[in-house]
């Protein structure tokens, strides 16, 4: 059975046939879903990038007191 099958078997008679209810039914239904994969869809984005490796560089601790000389390391870095 097609998908559209399957919701014209499972949400037609839920609403006795009215098709203007089984669509309104269908909106909230797919609203509601797409809030949660969004929701889904950040946290898990949240959740890898806590879960990342530390990358692989120097750490460029500020030095006490600043001078010129640090200053200019991050200069050109690109």
């Known amino acids: ?4 099958g399957y ?3 499972e949400i037609l008679p839920l609403h006795d046939g009215n098709v203007e209810q089984a ?5 909230e239904r797919f609203a509601s879903l ?3 994969l969004e ?3 950040r946290l898990r984005s949240y959740a890898y990038a806590r879960e990342m490796p530390p ?7 500020v030095p006490e007191p600043i001078t010129d000389e ?6 050109g870095a690109d």
């Open 39 to 41: 929701r889904a869809d």
């Open 7 to 9: 919701v014209r078997a």
């Open 23 to 27: 669509f309104a039914d269908l909106c």
């Open 34 to 36: 797409s809030v949660q």
């Open 55 to 61: 990358t692989g560089g120097v750490i460029d601790d």
């Open 1 to 4: 059975m097609s998908l559209g």
């Open 70 to 75: 640090w200053i200019k390391t991050g200069q």
